[in-house]
């Protein structure tokens, strides 16, 4: 029996012990009706040998392709000891540290977490992660409107990540909480602060801001963090964190900077692996902290007055409030986490700039050898990180097509999302592509647009 | 030590990571960063020296006997961490083409069949990244069902005093009112409670069967005509699905919506507190309200259904695909199981469940519905201990970690006093329960003869009884730079 222990033997001992004749009368007390029939829906159960066979089967069918897509999930080189480490049974088998003297091995490495998020944002707290960005997102914008207590408004530019809105849109209408979106500029592909001024957006509880956006173009800001503070609002930076080694971190946005940064976390050592498990993070300003969700870790001491970890602050969360707690979330992306600090300490400070240089020079060396193709042209002038969006002269679905057929998966057809851009492609190149990746990338284009 | 400690100024990995900074920068200055980022500088050594030690602070499954109610600690296969992290499926791009995923979407579409298949369902979503996240969804589904039949005034979901938590905090964050009901002597949700709570104002009612009590829920069919005579909708909590597996699906005891933890039930790990994943189940009358993405399957091919093939969904509720990782590891684990393991699986932790009770007894504790039978798993209460001796149930908890046991779930159910939930998943050995016994022997024991010792545990762990209370008060969340 896979995974099942017990001999014949064991199994008369403890029916004996219970006073039971058999193991199906321990289920006496389901009433006949409901007993079910065999699942004819199940196929009969594999050996170890055989679904491996399976599964590399199906891994082959997948293959191997040249990825430059980004948009919102990004290919970085994760160093072997990350998930070598992060699969150890003692970190990969463990629960939520509940018990916190059986668990000061998580409690500390979330601790280092909260701090190296908190460093990377410029904020004073993280938590100990959400789900993933989409759902960080969704939550700040919940913690904003709780917070502000007056607005149930949340302003979020056309330039944020359009599944994150869905996303956000889905979780925040069930509080009768509004989203009002905003519109970019067709030319420079940013939220412009001096439109906002003109605008007569006055009560809202939350300003979205994205850093880069998700045409990988870069905001002000600056002054769209102070024009959400002159309203009486909040500021949400969205952020990348690969970029955040490069950027102004989100805690010093304008005068007074943002107060709450989120993101989605795959960049900092979580494979693509088809969308998950990712994990999201949020940060914020220390007068905020009561209004976060999620886990959040706190150094103490023990009886002797020993350095130790604990889960704090849980009079916010649900297993304590109830119906009263600031979300239902239960679990943070622990193992995720795990990879993203092991991740963070051993790639460092000088790693990560110049990861995020790299990748940033990747993307401009292959903007410049893709726009020497005929017809081939960035659509939005603003500045860029590590993704550009590109008006190609036929229909970007067929291009993609046949780049495939070559191996390469070119980018996004950013078509169904914003149909009024036309032919407009979302393509990304991080450090992993190398100058003959790029090479082949353009040659290959100019082949298929020929 | 913190990482952050060891770090010493202009030390590097020079291997992974590009090994020169690119030049041809496009940032404005005024976006540039000014200020320092604070990650630790240490060598690849002293990291994985680092993390290794901290791993070895830890309880797990893989090092000790977890016990922990209501969480379904199995073992998790090796084989399912290994084939889901084979190379082509990690370098996957969750928007990479569909036809460069035919074997990754195979997997899922298959998941889907055969939950489909043990839930008694007409539709499942694998989506949700949590049973939390599967809670939420639930509800939502709930809510657009009324909403799309016109039906505004359906305000209230019915939650039993025992449930988890989340339940009623996820019926809140939907935007619903929450009404409590009691549960009776015996264990079971009070059924004339139930009756005169419901009305035209009932969205639905959230139960979990078996209950956090233990038991199973008997009157389940009659609490189910009870809600759908009033017009609400039934939702399952999944999180104890483990112990009535291939017995009973939730669809023929009358549900409408469930979601199953695929954490417990099917053995994905827990990994320190998550990534979870919770797919959703639907009956017919909720099909067209279900979250997206889902597989579906044409000719030979399969692809996403999306919001074109389903206008009426509650929409997406993660950036992709949800956990899709862990529904590999739970789709490789339902293979190795097949048909027969199914119902093995609650076979076995039901036998298991029973007989650490009946032994448990036997050794003088106080079981906490004794005419009961345990489903996988149940309650002792130490209420008469703590009257007697001061020490509680986290005492004797704080000293099973000394014991080399992980404490079984603490002080929840809320409803019964000083109590210990205990599950002894399918994966444990007659062995291990038996000398799990013998510990909570010796604890009596000490308790009786020295029980300040008792409630001074833990004293063999890495750090002894930590204060929550200056934890919450001087609050220390991120490390800082000594300047």
Redo the contacts between chains.
């Keep these: 029996?896979?995974?099942?222990?017990?001999t014949e033997e064991?199994?008369t001992?403890?029916?004996t012990?219970?006073?039971?004749k058999t193991?199906e009368e321990?289920?006496?007390?389901?009433?006949k009706?409901?007993?079910?029939d065999?699942?004819?829906?199940?196929?009969?159960?594999?050996?170890?040998m055989e679904?491996?066979r399976?599964?590399?089967?199906?891994?082959?069918?997948?293959?191997?392709?040249h990825?430059f897509?980004g948009?919102?999930?990004y290919?970085h080189?994760i160093?072997a000891?990350v998930?070598q480490?992060t699969?150890?049974?003692?970190?990969?088998?463990?629960?939520?540290?509940y018990?916190?003297?059986?668990?000061?091995?998580?409690l500390?490495?979330l601790?280092?977490y909260?701090?190296?998020m908190?460093?990377?944002t410029?904020m004073?707290?993280?938590n100990?992660?959400m789900?993933?960005?989409?759902?960080a997102l969704a939550e700040a914008a919940l913690m904003a409107v709780r917070s502000h207590k007056t607005s149930r408004r949340i302003l979020i530019p056309q330039t944020v990540?359009p599944?994150?809105r869905?996303?956000v849109?889905?979780?925040v209408s069930?509080?009768?909480i509004e989203v009002v979106e905003l519109p970019f500029c067709t030319e420079c592909g940013q939220i412009l602060p001096e439109s906002l001024a003109k605008s007569n957006h006055e009560d809202f509880a939350a300003l979205v801001i994205p850093q880069p956006n998700f045409f990988g173009v870069?905001e002000q800001?600056?002054a769209l963090t102070d024009w959400a503070h002159s309203k009486n609002a909040f500021a949400i930076g969205v952020v990348n964190p690969t970029a955040?080694?490069?950027?102004?971190?989100p805690g010093?946005w304008g005068s007074k900077g943002a107060d709450i940064a989120v993101g989605?976390g795959q960049p900092l050592g979580i494979?693509?692996?088809?969308?998950?498990?990712?994990?999201g993070f949020m940060a914020c300003k220390?007068d905020l902290?009561r209004q976060m969700p999620g886990?959040?870790?706190?150094?103490?001491?023990?009886?002797?007055n020993?350095?130790?970890?604990?889960l704090?602050?849980q009079?916010r969360?649900?297993?304590?409030?109830?119906?009263?707690?600031t979300?239902?979330?239960?679990?943070?992306?622990?193992?995720?986490v795990?990879a993203a600090?092991?991740y963070?300490?051993?790639?460092?400070?000088?790693?990560?700039?110049?990861?995020a240089?790299?990748s940033?020079?990747?993307t401009?060396?292959l903007v410049d050898q893709l726009e020497k193709i005929k017809g081939v042209k960035r659509i939005f002038s603003g500045?860029?990180?590590h993704e550009a969006a590109l008006i190609l002269p036929a229909p970007v679905a067929e291009v993609?097509s046949k780049l495939?057929q070559k191996g390469i998966?070119g980018g996004?057809d950013l078509h169904p999302y914003y149909p009024e851009l036309g032919n407009t492609l979302l393509v990304c190149a991080t450090?992993t592509k190398t100058a003959a990746d790029l090479q082949n990338y353009a040659e290959t284009l100019k082949h298929a647009l020929s | 030590m913190?990482?952050?400690e060891h770090s010493r100024k202009g030390?590097?990995?020079y291997s992974?990571?590009?090994a020169?900074?690119?030049?041809?920068?496009?940032?404005?200055q005024?976006?540039?960063?000014?200020?320092?980022?604070?990650?630790?500088?240490?060598s690849?050594m002293d990291?994985?020296r680092?993390?290794?030690?901290?791993?070895?602070?830890?309880?797990?499954?893989?090092?000790e006997f977890?016990p922990?109610g209501s969480?379904t600690?199995?073992?998790?296969?090796r084989?399912c961490?290994s084939?889901?992290?084979?190379?082509?499926?990690?370098?996957?791009?969750?928007?990479?083409?569909e036809d460069?995923?035919?074997?990754?979407l195979?997997?899922l579409y298959e998941l889907q069949?055969?939950l489909?298949?043990?839930t008694?369902m007409a539709g499942v979503s694998l989506t949700p990244?949590?049973?939390?996240?599967g809670?939420?969804i639930g509800v939502?589904m709930i809510?657009a069902y009324h909403e799309s039949r016109g039906d505004f005034a359906r305000t209230e979901i019915i939650v039993p005093d025992a449930a988890?938590?989340?339940n009623?905090?996820?019926?809140?964050?939907?935007?619903f009112k929450?009404v409590e009901i009691a549960t009776d002597k015996d264990g079971n949700v009070d059924l004339n409670a139930l009756k005169a709570a419901v009305g035209p104002q009932t969205a639905g009612l959230m139960l979990t069967n078996p209950s956090t009590l233990g038991?199973?829920e008997?009157n389940?069919?009659e609490m189910s005509r009870v809600v759908h005579q009033a017009g609400g909708l039934l939702y399952y909590d999944g999180a104890n699905l483990n112990a009535?597996l291939?017995?009973?699906?939730p669809g023929?005891?009358g549900f409408d919506v469930i979601h199953i933890n695929l954490h417990k039930t099917f053995?994905t790990?827990?990994?320190?507190?998550?990534?979870?994943?919770a797919p959703v189940g639907v009956a017919e009358r909720l099909l067209p309200f279900m979250p997206i993405p889902i597989v579906t399957k044409e000719g030979d091919a399969y692809r996403w259904v999306t919001e074109k093939d389903k206008p009426q969904s509650?929409?997406?509720?993660?950036?992709?695909?949800?956990?899709?990782?862990?529904l590999l590891r739970a789709y490789?684990y339902?293979?190795?199981?097949?048909?027969?393991?199914?119902?093995?699986?609650s076979?076995?932790a039901?036998?298991?469940a029973?007989?650490l009770m009946?032994?448990l007894r036997?050794a003088g504790f106080e079981i906490a519905y004794p005419n009961?039978?345990a489903s996988h798993e149940f309650i002792v209460t130490l209420k008469d201990i703590k009257d007697k001796t001061g020490v509680t149930a986290m005492n004797l908890?704080?000293r099973l970690?000394d014991k080399g046991y992980?404490?079984p779930t603490t002080y929840?159910p809320l409803l019964v006093p000083e109590c210990l939930l205990i599950e002894p998943a399918?994966?444990?050995?007659?062995e291990t329960l038996d000398a799990f016994v013998k510990s909570m022997k010796e604890i009596l024991q000490e308790i009786e003869q020295q029980p300040d010792m008792v409630k001074?545990a833990?004293h063999t762990?890495?750090?002894?009884?930590?204060?929550?209370v200056?934890?919450?008060r001087?609050?220390?969340?991120?490390?800082?730079s000594p300047a």
């Design positions: 029996m896979p995974f099942i222990p017990h064991d199994i001992e403890m029916l012990s219970i006073g039971a193991i321990l289920f006496d007390e389901i009433p009706e409901l007993l079910s065999e699942l004819t829906g199940v196929p009969v159960g594999l050996s170890e679904i491996t399976l599964m590399l089967d199906r891994a082959g069918k997948d293959g191997f392709y990825n897509i948009a919102g999930a290919e080189h160093p000891a998930w480490i699969t150890r049974g003692e970190f990969y088998s463990s629960y939520t540290p018990q916190a003297e059986a668990s000061q091995g998580t500390q490495l601790y280092e909260q701090s190296m908190a460093s990377l410029g004073d707290v993280s100990a992660s789900y993933d960005g989409a759902t990540h599944v994150y869905q996303v849109r889905a979780i069930n509080q009768k870069l800001v600056d955040l080694a490069l950027l102004t971190p010093e989605e494979p693509l692996s088809s969308g998950g498990p990712y994990f220390s902290v886990r959040i870790i706190g150094r103490t001491t023990d009886l002797d020993k350095e130790g970890f604990v704090t602050l009079a969360e649900q297993h304590i409030r109830r119906s009263k707690a979300s239902n979330i239960c679990t943070n992306q622990g193992l995720m795990t600090t092991i963070m300490s051993l790639i460092g400070p000088e790693g990560l700039r110049r990861i240089a790299q940033h020079a990747n401009l060396d500045p860029l990180f993609l495939k998966l996004l450090e | 913190l990482i952050f030390r590097r990995n992974q990571s590009p020169t900074t690119a030049s041809k920068s496009q940032i404005p005024n976006l540039l960063r000014k200020s320092p980022v604070l990650l630790p500088e240490v690849e990291t994985v680092h993390y290794t030690r901290l791993s070895q602070k830890n309880f797990s499954i893989d090092t977890y922990l969480c600690m199995k073992y998790n296969p084989a961490n084939l889901a992290m084979l190379p082509q499926f990690l370098s996957r791009h969750p928007l990479a083409p460069t995923g035919q074997g990754f195979a997997c069949e055969i489909k298949s043990v008694g990244m949590a049973g939390a996240q809670e939420l939502m809510r988890h938590g989340t009623p905090a996820t019926a809140v964050m939907c935007g929450v038991v199973f008997k389940v069919a009535v291939g017995k009973v699906k023929d005891m053995s790990p827990h990994g320190g507190g998550g990534p979870g994943s509650i929409g997406r509720l993660s950036a992709h695909m949800g956990n899709a990782g862990v490789i339902v293979r190795l199981l097949g048909m027969d393991g199914m119902h093995r699986i076979e076995f039901t036998l298991n029973n007989y009946a032994e036997k009961r039978r908890a704080k970690l992980h404490a929840f399918e994966t444990e050995s007659k001074g833990p762990m890495p750090v002894r009884k930590l204060d929550d200056k934890a919450a001087e609050l220390d969340l991120a490390w800082k």
